[in-house]
Each structure stands twice: as structure tokens, then as C-alpha cells.
């Protein structure tokens, strides 16, 4: 599958993210019953920031995107941004997101699967770009008007590179 891959350079912000997280791997994926265990309770969350909701991947090292194994452990969060210093509910993690730069890749579901277009970030644009990958969270960032489910909703990639 082919894919036109144009990201934009951005540089993030450090950001304080308050959410939900569970240890888990692509070849054993829980992130449908992640977001359905947070999203009954965002209301709980203070000092939202926003209304853009974040899916985080915390990796053990860029070493574990270089030589894919399915089976390899990391951390999924499904997170929203909140004021620094925010005392969190109970049941709620934070995550402090360094400030890096990132390139950030539009992604429609109507383009092609979700793994086939990652793949091909990771395949075809990381290595002609004069990028590499950061060791900070890879995310991606749905607006207020994201529908799961709908091959029009747009969410973006956020890749660390350096």
C-alpha cells in the first residue's frame, strides 16, 4: 500500500497530561477497553485543557519500533492535557510530556489501515528524511469532532524525531 507521507516539523510543548494507562502489546491490544474505562469518567478530570483527547504509545527505548516484535510490552494511555500542578482524581495517572520536536502526519481511516500507514512512517519516511526517532511518547491527538469508527475523522500522528 502507498501512502503520501508530508508531515509537518512541530515542536510540542511540555504538557502535563492526566489519564488512563495499561501495560500491553500490539499482538495482545487492550486499547478498546482502555478508552472505554476512561471515557465514562473524563467529567472527573480538572483543569482540562482543551477538548482534544490523546492516544499515547511510552515505548522502552526507540530500539523497540527498529526491530518490531508484536509481542513487545509498552505503555498505551488515553489522556487529555491538564493545567501543571493538577491533583488528579483517584484511578487517574499523569504523564509529564517532554518538549520535543515531533513530525506530525494527517490520518484519515478511509487512507488504509492504521498499522500499514505507521509501518510506512516508520519504513519509507523516517529513513529518507535525515530524521531519527526521539526516545519520548509517540501519540496521537483526536479533536472534539473525532468519531471512532468513521473513515473521515482525522486524528494526527505525532512522531518523535531528532
Known sequence: MTFTLQPLLKKH???QLAGHKVRM???HDQTPQLWQGFMPRLKEIPNR????LYS???YDGVE???????DRPFEKWAAVPVEPGTELPGGFSQLDLEEGLYAVFPYRERMGPVAAFYGAILTQW????????ANRPHFAVMGPDFRQGDPDALEHFWVPVE
Open 13 to 15: 510543548p511540555k504538557t
Open 64 to 70: 523497540a519500533l527498529q526491530q518490531f516484535d508484536p
Open 126 to 133: 523516517l529513513p529518507a528524511s535525515g530524521y531519527r526517532l
Open 56 to 58: 499515547m504509545e511510552v
Open 25 to 27: 502489546s500490539f499482538s
Open 49 to 52: 485543557l482543551g477538548r482534544d
